[in-house]
């Protein structure tokens, strides 16, 4: 079946610093989903993306859609400590309604 | 606007009893999902509705569970008997027919002992 790939598990990172992270699969996606979970509480959209090599941003956010269309990647910048939380990526493929989720990185900031 | 509403947040039983969770859908969405979160499994889909008919429930992992959607501004998630391996958290989501962004209830945190 369908995966989606992100790694490392766990970032730690340092107030003001920016991170990226990346979400890879060997399927084809057509739309890509970037969420974050906060503890106790259900994910969160952040960015949505629809077509190849487009790229979003949503305040300190920035995500890509890969040009092969089995990537993503969202880039947080000056990183501040309420970005702690679990980012997801989540691919949909059309043909049906399914999102793949992947397992999530969990981000750290030290203040 | 409401976001998706779930009910109750937090839910303790005892094995074998039977489990109801609620979901309202934000209005006007098509399509609704109910997941299941674990550490070790991650976001599990186990149903979802189109309309109010169910179009895929092959990750409904027991004849235990069972999911209806009687409107389109209701639908219940039901485990009889409960069993600890069930202890999770229970997500719904919606969303509408021309657009691909899921959106999330706050979940419902089920402890089974």
Redesign the interface.
């Known amino acids: 079946g369908q995966q989606l790939n992100q790694s490392p598990q766990s970032m730690f990172i340092q107030e003001g610093e920016d991170v990226s992270m990346n979400c890879t699969s060997s399927s084809i996606f ?2 890509w ?1 970037w ?1 974050k979970q906060e503890p ?6 952040l960015i ?1 993306l ?1 077509k190849a090599g487009e790229l979003t941003s949503n305040g300190r956010l920035t995500a890509q859609f890969g040009i092969t269309r089995k990537d993503s990647f969202l880039n947080i910048s000056a990183s501040i400590p309420s970005d702690v939380g679990i980012y ?1 990526c ?1 691919g ?1 493929t059309g043909a ?4 793949t ?1 992947g ?2 990185i969990t981000l750290s900031v030290r203040p | 606007d409401a976001g998706v509403i779930q009910s109750p947040r937090h839910e303790v039983t005892e094995m074998g009893q039977e489990v109801t969770l609620r979901c309202k859908p934000i209005s006007g969405h098509d399509y609704l999902f109910w997941y299941r979160q674990t550490m070790m499994r991650g976001l599990e889909l186990l149903i979802y509705f189109n309309n109010n008919v169910p179009i895929d429930d092959s990750g409904m992992p027991e004849d235990r569970f069972s999911a209806k959607m009687p409107n389109a501004s209701f639908s219940t998630l039901k485990i009889q008997p409960s069993e600890p391996r069930d202890s999770a958290v229970y997500f719904c989501a919606s969303r509408r027919l021309s657009y691909n962004e899921q959106f999330f209830g706050p979940g419902t945190r089920l402890t089974v002992l």
């Open positions: 057509n739309t989903l969420y106790g509480e259900g994910p969160v959209l949505a629809y997801f989540a949909l049906n309604s399914k999102l989720f397992k999530g």
